[in-house]
């Protein structure tokens, strides 16, 4: 059935290039070098450069150490032809480094590291027992479809005795405007009652799921506007770390099939990201 349909496809298309050929044989014909320009134009205004994404270690000093009780710190990063693109990808390192210490100031990654480091200092000088932290932060970009990026920030930690392991982090850019895009950027403002019951249904099946203290201390509605979201070929998705809801909450991710995304997100959106 396909061939046939192929076939039929190319017929028309062979009639519609004779008849066009017909009528632009009548009208005044452009300079070559001016189409040679318009095309050149065009792909200058709607084709992104490639990005060549290149893994390596972060380009940031760390402390020096003397004695083997050093803190430890491993920050693998990736870098791409894009130059905002790098620089939005440290911001958003930073803002992850900065998360570990519960701080919300604007910082570089190197200023985000040496808070770090300041804190685990701190930690160290209360008791001579007290370790350093650790903390390893690995970079990725997992899909990227036209002008936007998807990009993951895990974190493995051990601080003041406590040791966490794939905490991840995501975040959403725009090329094209460079922008971050949150969830409320890019759902149809007539469809957020919709997406709304979505979240609150697979957040009610969550809760059913959480210890009786942790229903108890949680809280009735979920907020999704500023949430970690993702997307991928099937759809969006949004993220919720491990005590991110509420204390001793489990992590929470809630998936939207195709059709679910297509029906809430902005179709000048929808039809460039999918």
Not at 93 to 118: F, T
Not at 184 to 200: C, F, W
Request: net charge neutral; hydrophobic share 40%.
């Amino acid at each position: 059935m396909n061939i046939i349909k192929d076939a039929v496809i190319i017929s028309m298309l062979g009639m519609s290039l004779l008849l066009s050929a017909c009528d632009d044989s009548k009208k005044p014909q452009q300079p070559e070098a001016e189409k040679k320009a318009s095309v050149f134009d065009a792909e200058k205004s709607d084709v992104l450069p490639y990005l060549n994404i290149q893994e390596q270690p972060a380009k940031v000093a760390l402390p020096f150490c003397e004695n083997k009780n050093c803190i430890d710190l491993n920050i693998q990063t990736v870098q791409t032809a894009d130059p905002w693109l790098n620089t939005w990808i440290e911001r958003n390192q930073a803002l992850v480094v900065q998360d570990q210490i519960k701080q919300k100031q604007s910082m570089s990654l190197q200023q985000a590291i040496n808070a770090y480091v300041k804190k685990s200092d701190a930690w160290q000088d209360e008791f001579k027992t007290n370790q350093p932290y650790a903390l390893t932060m690995y970079t990725r970009i997992p899909y990227q479809r036209n002008q936007y990026v998807l990009l993951q920030v895990g974190v493995d930690t051990a601080q003041e005795n406590i040791k966490v392991k794939d905490r991840h982090y995501f975040f959403v850019a725009d090329r094209r405007t460079q922008k971050s895009l949150a969830l409320l950027d890019i759902v149809d403002a007539q469809q957020q009652a919709k997406m709304n019951g979505i979240v609150q249904a697979a957040y009610a099946k969550w809760l059913k799921e959480q210890d009786a203290a942790v229903r108890q201390s949680a809280p009735k509605k979920l907020y999704w506007g500023q949430a970690d979201w993702f997307f991928d070929q099937e759809g969006v998705g949004l993220h919720y770390r491990t005590h991110e809801i509420v204390k001793d909450g489990a992590q929470l991710d809630i998936y939207l099939t195709k059709q679910q995304t297509q029906q809430v997100l902005k179709d000048a959106v929808y039809r460039l990201m999918f």
